[in-house]
Each structure stands twice: as C-alpha cells, then as structure tokens.
C-alpha cells in the first residue's frame, strides 16, 4: 500500500457493466487509492449514488447544478484533486462525447477542465466496440494521451459474445494505479516504430486438426500495449489468441509461421526494433491433407514433417536490420539455451523464460525473464505481465543508447 494514496476521480456511465463499478472501488481502495465517485444521468439508472458513498466513504457527485457544490466551484475543485481519472463503464456514448470535446454534463465537463492522466474502461456490444466511429473516436482520445483499458473477449449481457466486455475490477484497479512510463524509456522510444510478434502459430494437419502450442499471446500483447503508451508506433503480428488488440497498436492477424514471416518480411524496413515474442511452429506438415485424416485399423498415424522459416533469425540476418530482441521459452538450462541463441542468431537482446511452472510463462498473468545481451544480463522479476513489460522496455531503451 502506497504512503500517500492516489486520489483517483471514477467516472460511471450508463451500461449494464456500471454493477461492476461498485466492486472498482473496492479493488482501488484496497490498493490504498482515495476514491471519489461521478455519475452520469444514464448511470443513475443502472446504479444509486448511496452505493458508492457507502464504498468510497466520500460523496458523490452526478450533477454540474448542484447549487451546494457549485457555490464553490465544485468541479473545478474535483477536477484539481484528481490525479488520475478513470471511467468504467466507458460507453460508446460517453467515449463519443469526449472525443468531441464536449462539456454537458459533469463527468466531461471534469474531463476537459482536469490535467490529469485519463483512463477508459470500454463496455459495449461487440458491434458497437468494432464500429468504425468508435474506434475513430478511441483514436482520438489515445492521440490525446488516453489510456484504454481493455476490452475483453466474452459472454455479454445482451446473449452475444465476443469483444467489448468490460475488463474485470481488479485489472481496471492493477492497471489504473499502475507507475507512470518510464520518461527515460520514453525519451528513447517515442516516435519509433516497433514491429512486434505475438501469440502461437498453428499449422493445419486437414480441415479440422492442427499442431500448435499454449502461448496466450498475453506476454507480446502487454509489450504492444505499454510501447504505445511509450509514444510508440507499433504493429502486432499475432497468432491466433482469445485477446483484443491494444487500443493504437495496428494488429496483422495470422493463422501459420508462414503467414507470419510473409506479414513480417513485409513489415520490417520501416522498423526501428524488431521484438518476437511469437512462439512460432518449429514444424509443419509436408502437406497438409484436404480431407479430414480417418482412423485406421491398427490405431497408429505416421505425419511427416518440415521445417519452418526461423523469422527471428531471418530478420536479425539482413543487411539493414532494426534493434532485433529474441524470446527463449525453455523448460530447462534456460540461460544456456537463451545464450546460444543469442550468439547463434547474432541477437542484440534476448528475454529467456522458464515455462511448465504454474503461475508464470504460458496461460499466466505473470511472468519473470532473464534478460541477455553480449557482455551483459539482468534479472526481471516475477511481476503481472504488464510490470514486466515495462521493466523490459526500459531496458531495451537503455541498450539501444548504448549501441554504437
């Protein structure tokens, strides 16, 4: 728990997701965050402002003509405290209203008077979270210096499923109270354009069966997202994974290694670093086969396999290459085997990691690396994915100062 508490400003509005703003402040507050509450008109009708004062022990504001607050300028005061702002639920609405600058209730009138960092929680429909206007107006709001937290993928009230689901309270709470970036880092990176791999690959046996591997993508995905947050222009190559894309980032989705390497070889002139943190297919099948493969009699299956395109290498290999950083997931002798594939592939920078550990590696929210250069190494603890993505950024901006 932090000595001085945050003075976080939460900003509610309407949508069914606004239930989960009450548990918000639970999770901001057990994070030693001071909490205070404003609801839109339309939030009113999903949740009661005694709600909220009863959760964050402070009164709650919904109007801009509240004669008692106003007499002092009550806004501009709130607008003052807050050091970080936070809206969850952010509907498309709201988001929308922001974007064009307006100032008609209290929670945007706050917004536009308020010098503090603005974090949004979006929850909506999955149509109306991929609608060109929204993402139009998200864009904006991130060129301005909004951070987007989230959406997930999943069931959502209405029956559908898919993205725009509202990132669970305690992630909002983890990632709204997280340290700023880095100014060193940014100092560094701003302006600079990141290629980055991310997720698994799969390749097709026949219609219905593939090979793959367990990586969630989370550990590439959470590089994309604080390397925007850095000033970055970043493009995400990914596999297939159950995540949406960082608010900023470009996303090329892609299903093989080959299609990976095809979207890289595409991509990686215009790149300054070049980060594969993809857990490619070392093989593939020969040929895959256009009918669904039958069981035979004797039970046994025989698949005859080829190598695929080492990307990282492939990249680190060219005349005119960007900063290139390797990813060694390995179960055994990690440092070992991240040393020879640094030096192998003549790296500027790997990030090795041991994974078949519950709670860190694949399918975790938490990771820990040891981090490699020639001549040089540093230890990032364990950490939820997203510190270690910062710890890890920061250091590659450190080494590419230090570069000749």
């Not at 949508?15 to 009450?22: D, E, F, L, T």
């Not at 993402?135 to 904006?140: F, G, R």
């Not at 900063?323 to 990690?334: H, S």
Request: charged fraction near 25%.
């Amino acid at each position: 728990m932090n000595d001085t508490p945050q003075r976080i400003l939460l900003g509610v509005s309407g949508g069914i997701a606004a239930y989960k703003a009450a548990d918000l402040v639970r999770r901001l507050r057990e994070r030693g965050a001071q909490v205070r509450v404003v609801l839109t008109e339309n939030a009113e009708r999903f949740v009661t402002a005694l709600t909220f004062q009863a959760l964050s022990g402070e009164p709650v504001r919904t109007s801009l003509w509240d004669s008692a607050a106003e007499a002092s300028m009550g806004h501009i005061e709130l607008a003052r405290w807050a050091q970080r702002v936070l809206i969850a639920p952010a509907s498309a609405d709201l988001i929308a209203r922001l974007a064009q600058g307006q100032a008609d209730d209290l929670l945007t009138t706050l917004c536009l008077a308020t010098e503090a960092p603005l974090f949004l929680a979006p929850a909506m429909n999955r149509v109306m979270w991929e609608h060109a206007a929204v993402q139009a107006n998200l864009d904006t709001l991130v060129a301005r210096g909004a951070t987007v937290l989230g959406p997930d993928e999943g069931g959502q009230a209405c029956g559908e499923t898919g993205a725009g689901r509202m990132w669970e309270p305690a992630a909002i709470a983890a990632a709204a109270l997280a340290p700023a970036p880095d100014p060193a880092a940014a100092a560094v990176l701003a302006g600079r354009n990141l290629l980055l791999t991310a997720g698994p690959t799969v390749e097709d046996l026949d219609p219905v069966r593939y090979l793959g591997n367990r990586s969630s993508g989370r550990m590439g995905y959470a590089i994309a997202a604080e390397a925007q947050r850095l000033g970055m222009r970043v493009t995400l190559v990914s596999g297939p994974v159950n995540l949406p894309a960082p608010a900023g980032v470009e996303r090329i989705a892609v299903r093989s290694a080959e299609q990976m390497r095809e979207a890289v070889t595409g991509r990686v002139s215009g790149a300054d670093l070049f980060i594969a943190t993809a857990a490619v297919a070392d093989f593939r099948p020969r040929q895959a086969s256009r009918d669904k493969i039958k069981k035979r009699g004797d039970g046994g299956l025989v698949l005859e396999l080829v190598q695929n395109p080492d990307i990282l290498a492939e990249v680190a290999a060219r005349q005119e290459r960007p900063f290139v950083v390797g990813f060694a997931a390995e179960t055994c002798d990690v440092e070992r085997y991240a040393l020879d594939k640094l030096e192998r592939k003549r790296l500027d920078l790997i990030a090795a990691n041991r994974v078949g550990e519950e709670g860190t590696g694949f399918d975790a929210d938490a990771n820990a690396l040891t981090v490699l250069w020639p001549g040089g190494r540093q230890e990032i603890g364990r950490a939820d994915k997203a510190q270690v993505a910062r710890e890890l950024l920061s250091l590659i901006a450190q080494r590419l100062q230090a570069r000749p």
